[in-house]
T-cell receptor, first 118, second 113 residues
């Protein structure tokens, strides 16, 4: 079956602009999480959605937002971009949210969207 | 918060075993221990997971301490393709709590030919 698909793969934006990233989870997965990855900070959890509801949120400013649609596809938005927002943004899907631990609940990641803010 | 602690980096020689440690002293009784690895320019991929007993799969073995406060990922014969960042995280049931998943920086494994 198809894996997690993220679009776009690469994009360049200017400071102050906003950006929307899209994620299509694995078919049947209802939980979608977003992560920011930078060389110095590693993998930082942004938020998690399950059945269109935000279930968990990391420590990021309100400029970072997301949503999930009824077909489980998800988008994240960053407004008023700053240079420090340049990063790899990863989307991951799983059957259940991270706080529901049936056996495994493996996370599957997409290849990410590389965002450069200039 | 579900925090794990791993060494920043480790080095191994090809065809030798590698033991990657992880401490998770705040683990709760229903948390599963998951390991993922991230190859260069790719998203992380699942390696193995366990709850209490040691686990084996085609990629690796997972040894879990009796008190579950630490675990070790074992690569039996490292290959150059195993050079990656390895993450140990906790995934578990904690109804009603807003647990923040913390991945940290993981362990960067270098494999020498």
């Amino acid at each position: 079956k198809a894996g997690v698909t993220q679009t776009p793969r690469y994009l360049i934006k200017t400071r102050g602009q906003q950006v929307t990233l899209s994620c299509s989870p694995i078919s049947g997965h209802r939980s979608v999480s977003w992560y920011q990855q930078t060389p110095g900070q590693g993998l930082q959890f942004l938020f998690e959605y399950f059945s269109e509801t935000q279930r968990n949120k990391g420590n990021f400013p309100g400029r970072f937002s997301g949503r999930q649609f009824s077909n489980s596809r998800s988008e994240m938005n960053v407004s008023t971009l700053e240079l420090g927002d340049s990063a790899l943004y990863l989307c991951a899907s799983s059957l259940f949210p991270g706080d529901q631990g049936s056996s495994g609940n493996t996370i599957y990641f997409g290849e990410g969207s590389w965002l450069t803010v200039v | 918060d579900a925090k794990t602690t791993q060494p920043n980096s480790m080095e191994s020689n090809e065809e030798e075993p590698v033991h990657l440690p992880c401490n998770h002293s705040t683990i709760s009784g229903t948390d599963y221990i998951h390991w993922y690895r991230q190859l260069p320019s790719q998203g992380p991929e699942y390696v193995i997971h366990g709850l209490t007993s040691n686990v084996n799969n085609r990629m690796a073995s997972l040894a879990i301490a009796e008190d579950r406060k630490s675990s070790t990922l074992i690569l039996h014969r490292a290959t150059l393709r195993d050079a990656a960042v390895y993450y140990c995280i906790l995934r578990g049931y904690n109804a009603g709590n807003n647990r923040k998943l913390i991945w940290g920086l993981g362990t960067s494994l270098a494999v020498n030919p």
